[in-house]
């Protein structure tokens, strides 16, 4: 019981007669970085303020660090969580900033403010006023005021949404650090799925405010296979080559006369001159995993035909 942070029983929540999200069990374990994937309106807000305690339940319960009902409350300070960016002024810098929140929240100890901006890498802005920080520098500030209290357990909503590739990076690098120097467990929501690919060790898929599947990295890396992917001007014929002349049926048909081939893979030259020689013209050919994103394309398209 104890290596659960959070895990929630039927969680739902209604606005109205439509369901934000509908019978949820999710279980986050101690010293995991969870990933929460979901488009636009999936249910991941939603999901967070009620665990947060922004928000109430229609039904179902949530458990934190094994607590339920009016011990939530308390549970709830050991954790950490950013919703919506946090409002700084922008005449203020950093630091100021910052020791605003801790003084406004009771945040014992002046060193919580520099331990928080060493964490995040923005012990150097000097007098540099909130205004004229890049967008990287505000979302890093954001984090450094959630991890002012010390979180044992950080819930961020799409922290790195519109970010540059760099931007991206450092934030990974700051969640593994986290993870690992501190054994903070983190949950964080997104909908651009390869930001996560990198750094979560676990994944919840959310769709229309259901929980479609809960993964481990190591179980999706196994799943996400690796593929030669063809195009080419007949499909059906290259199927019948497929099968006939190199002797296998580890193949998915797609559409525009597209072809994932799962075997084979080492000799891609053979693939070609097999379909050359029946006269099959190859316009495109190119080894490709089955990254996260095609994976939960995948997941909700059996989500709809369900
Ligand atoms: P986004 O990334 O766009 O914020 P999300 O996955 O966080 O998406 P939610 O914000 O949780 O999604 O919204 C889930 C659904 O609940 C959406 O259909 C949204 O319109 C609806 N919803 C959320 N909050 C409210 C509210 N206060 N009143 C009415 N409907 C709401």
């Given amino acids: 019981m104890e290596d659960i942070v959070l895990s929630t029983h039927g969680l739902t929540r209604a606005y109205g007669r439509a369901l934000a999200l509908d019978g949820v069990d999710l279980t986050v374990r101690r010293g995991e970085i969870y990933g929460l994937i979901g488009r636009n309106g999936a249910g991941k807000s939603t999901l967070l303020r009620l665990v947060s305690g922004q928000s109430v339940p229609t039904s179902g319960s949530i458990r934190l660090f094994g607590k ?16 919506e960016a946090p409002s700084f002024s922008p005449f203020l810098g950093a630091r100021e900033n910052l020791e605003y929140y801790r003084i406004q929240r009771g945040i014992p100890g002046q060193d ?71 054994q903070t467990t983190i949950l964080i929501s997104s909908h ?6 990198a750094v979560a060790t676990c994944y919840g898929f959310l769709e229309r405010g259901r929980l479609l599947e809960e993964i481990t990295a190591q179980e999706l890396r196994e799943r996400c296979q690796v593929c030669l992917r ?21 193949f998915k048909v797609l559409p525009d006369n ?9 000799c891609p030259q053979a693939v070609s001159q097999a379909l050359a020689e029946e006269g099959v013209f190859l316009q ?3 080894r490709r995993g089955s990254d996260l994103e095609t994976y939960f394309l995948d997941l909700i398209g059996g989500g709809h035909h369900a």
């Fill in 68 to 83: 339920t009902g009016s011990d939530l409350r308390r549970e709830r300070a050991r954790t950490g969580v950013i919703l």
């Fill in 112 to 182: 919580a403010v520099e331990e928080a901006l060493e964490l995040v890498e923005l012990t150097d802005t000097g007098s540099k006023k909130f205004k004229n920080f890049s967008l990287g520098m505000k979302q890093r500030l954001g984090l450094a005021l959630a991890l002012m209290s010390r979180p044992e357990f950080l819930l961020l909503d799409e922290p790195i949404n519109g970010l540059d590739p760099e931007g991206v990076a450092q934030f990974r690098e700051l969640f593994r650090r986290l993870n690992q120097e501190r």
């Fill in 192 to 197: 651009v799925l390869s930001e996560l690919s």
């Fill in 230 to 250: 063809l195009q080419v001007d007949d499909a059906v014929k290259a199927s019948v080559i497929f099968h006939i002349k190199l002797g296998t049926d580890a």
């Fill in 258 to 266: 597209t072809l994932e081939l799962y075997d084979h893979l080492d």
């Fill in 284 to 286: 495109s050919m190119e």
